[in-house]
């Protein structure tokens, strides 16, 4: 048995058929214009007809309204951003030129995008003014030797309005200190002259020290005439030693000895002279009389 279709039906089919694939197709292309991807450092803020939504999107497959909203995506992955050198006369009137890189991230995508136009153009301008007001602060020996609160100083002037904007400062280092060669030689000059200062200062305290050492050595040879003796002999062995020198002794050490010898017995041979009495005085001679 064969089933017969009226013309009239399969022309609804076909409409049907066509009006599906109609659809479908609108829905494609809706999807396609509605999808959005955000990825995992990304945050997406949300402007439907001009006001920003409150939500924030997060990283993912997203779909926002084709021709209605618009999407921002926000980049929260740490920025590392290099200051420019910034020219600068410090408190004690030295000309220096510092440069430095400053740290930070979004927080707050709808901050970020509503409160400034461009963030990263903000925060780089108020690194160079903070550094040129930190320049003008310091001293140049803070400079070069104290950086790390001068950093903590520099951050906490840009932390300051960037929290309205949405980013918060991580670091603050200050990279190069730049000065003129005038100075570079006046302190290569004054390092020179403190270094020479201590080595005379350590010179003398080594003088001081030798003549103690001397003294108390001096006070031994003058106890035992030996050791003078003996010293002198090292002296000889201690100059003998160089291949080309000659040691003459005008005297042998033996004469010395005898001298030495002859000088005691000598003082011990000398009788010692009795002392006048102060009771004593002159003999009276008297003449008596028988």
Do not use: C
Request: charged share 25%; aromatic share 4%.
């Amino acid at each position: 048995m064969r089933v017969h279709i009226a013309p009239q039906g399969a022309v609804m089919v076909e409409a049907l058929v066509a009006a599906a694939a109609t659809v479908a197709s609108a829905g494609v292309v809706y999807v396609m214009a509605a999808a959005r991807v955000v990825k995992q450092y990304e945050r997406g803020v949300v402007f439907r007809l001009g006001r920003v939504r409150s939500s924030v999107r997060g990283p993912g497959f997203t779909l926002i309204v084709p021709f209605v909203d618009r999407l921002r995506k926000v980049n929260m992955q740490i920025v590392t951003m290099p200051v420019p050198a910034q020219d600068g006369i410090t408190r004690d009137n030295v000309t220096v030129r510092v440069d430095a890189v400053i740290y930070f991230k979004v927080v707050d995508a709808s901050e970020a995008i509503v409160q400034v136009e461009d963030y990263r153009f903000a925060v780089s301008q108020m690194a160079q003014t903070s550094l040129r007001s930190i320049i003008g602060k310091s001293d140049l020996d803070d400079l070069l030797s104290n950086r790390e609160k001068l950093n903590q100083g520099l951050e906490l002037m840009i932390d300051s309005p960037a929290m309205g904007w949405g980013v918060q400062i991580d670091r603050v280092e200050i990279k190069d200190v730049s000065l003129p060669e005038t100075m570079k030689r006046s302190m290569a000059r004054q390092a020179e002259a403190d270094r020479e200062r201590r080595a005379r200062v350590i010179n003398a305290d080594a003088e001081l020290q030798a003549s103690k050492k001397l003294a108390e050595a001096a006070g031994v040879m003058s106890d035992q005439p030996a050791a003078l003796q003996l010293r002198l002999l090292q002296t000889v062995v201690a100059v003998a030693a160089e291949k080309n020198s000659t040691l003459v002794l005008p005297f042998p050490v033996e004469l010395l000895r005898f001298l030495e010898r002859a000088q005691q017995s000598q003082q011990s041979q000398s009788p010692q002279q009795p002392l006048p009495s102060r009771d004593s005085g002159p003999a009276q001679s008297g003449t008596g009389q028988d």
